[in-house]
């Protein structure tokens, strides 16, 4: 019986530390164009992901409202489409807001054009890159990246800014180029990863990264799954060892 009630106590300490740590999360996408269906599709898998630390919203950009980023404990928004138009009211809320934010892909330019981002946060959007990409490092890794779509957005970083470099691009030149950087709240990420994912890509890189947003102060845990096939109760102990 004590031991029971100790069982019941463990569990209800595990979900209240749980519960104290959730986060609900904003997850804004892109519609225009004919391609504007892509964005709702990311959108869901990026929200599948950040299921993992809480709840979690996901709305077009274009329903934005004014200071709904303070209702949420972190928002991303997926640019997937060149040119959509950002509600002024994002662009003012992000301006200001202290939440944790991730800004993936294309229209960070109008970020750029209200907060001047190479003084806030020491580095600013400037052309795509047009050269092939080899491979993405990430804490001295190598990750796959299907060169089916060579473009990413170059990122300027001011000398002597605080600017972490999270994962680097390495051209077919061997010059390496930021493929994503953080800076105080605001992490930014030079593609969409799950366009063209293949085995090893870099789309772990992102997966990786939302503990950045999201859990940045979690201890570091080093966890394997082992799954073993084609075994039955008379399987050998020994061979299975």
């Given amino acids: 019986m004590i031991f029971q009630v100790f069982?019941?106590?463990?569990?209800?300490?595990?979900?209240?530390?749980?519960a104290s740590t959730a986060k609900n999360t904003l997850v804004l996408y892109d519609?225009?164009?004919?391609?504007?269906?892509?964005?709702?599709?990311?959108?869901?898998?990026?929200?599948?992901?950040?299921s993992h630390f809480g709840?979690?919203?996901?709305?077009?950009?274009?329903?934005?409202?004014?200071n709904l980023t303070e209702s949420y404990d972190a928002v991303m928004y997926l640019g997937s489409v060149?040119?959509?138009?950002?509600?002024?009211?994002?662009l003012r809320d992000i301006k200001k807001t202290k939440k944790p934010v991730m800004w993936v892909g294309e229209n960070i330019w109008q970020l750029?054009?209200?907060?001047?981002?190479?003084?806030?946060?020491?580095?600013?959007?400037?052309?795509?890159n047009?050269?092939?990409?080899?491979y993405v490092s990430y804490k001295q890794t190598p990750l796959s990246r299907s060169t089916r779509n060579p473009k990413i957005i170059n990122v300027a970083v001011r000398a002597n800014s605080e600017v972490k470099v999270l994962a680097e691009a390495v051209l077919s030149t061997g010059?390496?180029?930021?493929?994503?950087?953080?800076?105080k709240n605001f992490i930014y990420v030079t593609e969409i990863p799950f366009n063209y994912?293949?085995?090893?890509?870099?789309?772990?890189?992102?997966?990786?990264?939302?503990?950045?947003?999201?859990?940045?102060?979690?201890?570091?845990?080093?966890?394997?799954?082992?799954?073993?096939?084609?075994?039955?109760?008379?399987?050998?102990?020994?061979?299975?060892?």
């Avoid at 060149?82 to 994002?90: L, N, V």
């Avoid at 102060?217 to 096939?229: C, D, G, S, Y």
């Fill in 7 to 18: 069982i019941m106590f463990f569990l209800l300490l595990a979900n209240t530390l749980h």
């Fill in 31 to 50: 519609t225009s164009s004919n391609f504007g269906w892509m964005g709702e599709v990311y959108a869901l898998q990026a929200a599948n992901l950040v």
């Fill in 55 to 66: 709840e979690r919203t996901t709305l077009p950009i274009s329903d934005y409202k004014e």
């Fill in 82 to 90: 060149y040119g959509e138009k950002i509600p002024d009211s994002f």
């Fill in 112 to 128: 750029d054009a209200v907060e001047n981002m190479a003084l806030k946060y020491g580095f600013r959007p400037t052309r795509y």
């Fill in 130 to 134: 047009e050269t092939e990409i080899n």
């Fill in 175 to 183: 010059r390496k180029i930021p493929w994503s950087v953080q800076s």
């Fill in 197 to 241: 994912v293949v085995e090893g890509d870099r789309y772990l890189v992102f997966c990786d990264l939302l503990f950045e947003l999201l859990d940045p102060n979690r201890p570091k845990q080093h966890r394997a799954i082992v799954r073993l096939e084609d075994i039955s109760p008379i399987s050998s102990p020994s061979k299975l060892k």
